[in-house]
């Protein structure tokens, strides 16, 4: 008969035991489950294309900031951390008053989540950020008050904005304003003159003799005619002035403040750029010329679209007295 070990345990101890081990691969089992949700969390965090990030008020202190912050910015995630002010040293500086007032809103509205400005990365691209934050709601009294954030880069569709607004707004053969953009532009250029009382000046310019280009050169060459016209007409007009193309071979111009005097002299550069240009066609070389018509806002103008009138006028009577001319009403 086998005697027992008085080492051996009592058969009351092996229940302890077999809990303490299960205890024990359990944790080991929580410990590797945790340790994947780390790495899950960490691969999410770096293919995410967007900037999370925290920011204790108080300090202005960056507390975290995700992977994205390198690529985007194209900084060291380690240098913001140390030093808050590299995000905003990289805002523009014509949008920073705007990006800080409306971080500060956060504080009065628990979130904001239309914030668009741009910044400039470290190869001195400009980019564009839509940067939502909010605030943390759970800190208790007396705790930090922390901000937390995600910045997105906008960059391509604020390009795909930009050019689907140049294509609505922008006559493709000249690059002009078109018909519907031009005269918009001029309402509300006519609605300030009128109430501030400053001089507004509309002109209008008609190619002479368009139909003859045409058909003794061909279209190609009317529209090089075209823009050429067009050209040399933005370049001779002063910076704030509209110019637009709103017909086939009509232009138009808006003088905001520009007195009547002021105008003639703006029409009269037109005139003379026009003239210098010169064109050849199979060893052919013609001229082009063009009739103005040229009226000033009045006391009795409503609209826009009486001084359009006015200056049409004008310009179909510089046709009929002989062409190549400004005629003012």
Same mark, same amino acid.
């Given at each position: 008969?086998?005697?027992?070990?008085p080492?051996?345990?009592? $058969?009351?101890?092996?229940?302890?035991? %077999?809990?303490?081990?299960?205890?024990?691969?359990?944790?080991?089992? +929580?410990?590797? &489950? @945790?340790?994947?949700?780390?790495?899950?969390?960490?691969?999410?965090?770096?293919?995410?294309?967007?900037?999370?990030?925290?920011?204790?008020?108080?300090?202005?202190?960056?507390?975290?900031?995700s992977?994205?912050?390198?690529?985007?910015f194209?900084?060291?995630?380690?240098?913001?951390?140390?030093?808050?002010?590299?995000?905003?040293?990289?805002?523009?500086?014509?949008?920073?008053?705007?990006?800080?007032?409306s971080l500060?809103?956060v504080?009065?509205?628990?979130?904001?989540?239309?914030?668009e400005y741009?910044?400039?990365?470290?190869?001195?691209?400009?980019?564009?950020?839509?940067?939502?934050?909010?605030?943390?709601?759970?800190?208790?009294p007396?705790q $930090?008050v922390?901000?937390?954030?995600? %910045?997105?880069?906008?960059?391509?569709?604020?390009l795909?904005?930009? +050019?689907?607004? &140049? @294509?609505?707004?922008?006559?493709?053969?000249?690059?002009?304003?078109?018909?519907?953009h031009?005269?918009?532009c001029?309402?509300?250029?006519?609605?300030?003159?009128?109430?501030?009382?400053?001089?507004?000046?509309?002109?209008?310019?008609?190619?002479?003799?368009?139909?003859?280009?045409?058909d003794?050169?061909?279209?190609?060459e009317?529209?090089?005619?075209?823009?050429?016209?067009?050209?040399?007409?933005?370049?001779a007009?002063?910076?704030?002035?509209?110019?637009g193309r709103?017909?086939?071979?009509?232009?138009a111009?808006?003088?905001?403040?520009?007195t009547?005097?002021?105008a003639?002299?703006?029409a009269?550069r037109?005139?003379?750029?026009?003239?210098?240009?010169s064109f050849?066609?199979?060893g052919?070389?013609?001229?082009i010329?063009v009739?103005?018509?040229?009226?000033?806002?009045?006391?009795?103008?409503?609209?826009?679209?009486?001084?359009?009138?006015?200056?049409?006028?004008?310009?179909?009577?510089?046709?009929?007295?002989?062409?190549?001319?400004i005629?003012?009403?």
């Open positions: 008969m086998l005697k027992k070990h080492q051996d345990s009592s $058969p009351s101890t092996w229940p302890e035991a %077999a809990q303490t081990l299960m205890a024990l691969m359990h944790a080991q089992g +929580e410990v590797a &489950r @945790l340790s994947e949700r780390e790495q899950l969390f960490s691969t999410l965090l770096v293919s995410v294309n967007a900037i999370l990030w925290a920011l204790d008020w108080e300090t202005r202190q960056v507390l975290y900031v992977p994205a912050y390198e690529r985007i194209g900084r060291s995630a380690e240098q913001l951390l140390a030093d808050s002010n590299q995000w905003r040293d990289s805002i523009h500086p014509d949008d920073l008053e705007y990006a800080e007032r500060a809103e504080l009065e509205t628990g979130a904001v989540e239309d914030r741009r910044i400039t990365d470290a190869d001195g691209q400009l980019r564009w950020l839509s940067d939502k934050c909010f605030i943390n709601r759970q800190a208790e007396g $930090p922390i901000i937390v954030g995600i %910045a997105e880069d906008i960059t391509e569709k604020k795909m904005e930009a +050019e689907l607004h &140049r @294509l609505a707004t922008t006559d493709v053969l000249t690059q002009s304003s078109n018909r519907r031009f005269f918009d001029a309402r509300r250029e006519f609605e300030l003159a009128r109430q501030q009382g400053e001089p507004l000046s509309f002109l209008m310019l008609d190619i002479d003799d368009f139909k003859t280009v045409n003794s050169y061909g279209h190609p009317g529209d090089n005619v075209l823009q050429k016209i067009a050209d040399s007409g933005r370049a007009l002063r910076r704030n002035d509209l110019f709103i017909g086939g071979e009509e232009f111009a808006v003088f905001p403040g520009c009547p005097d002021m003639l002299q703006v009269e037109v005139q003379r750029e026009i003239q210098r240009l050849s066609h199979d052919h070389a013609f001229g010329t009739s103005q018509g040229l009226t000033c806002l009045t006391a009795e103008d409503d609209s826009v679209e009486s001084l359009f009138a006015r200056a049409d006028a004008a310009m179909y009577q510089a046709k009929r007295e002989g062409k190549n001319r005629v003012t009403a």
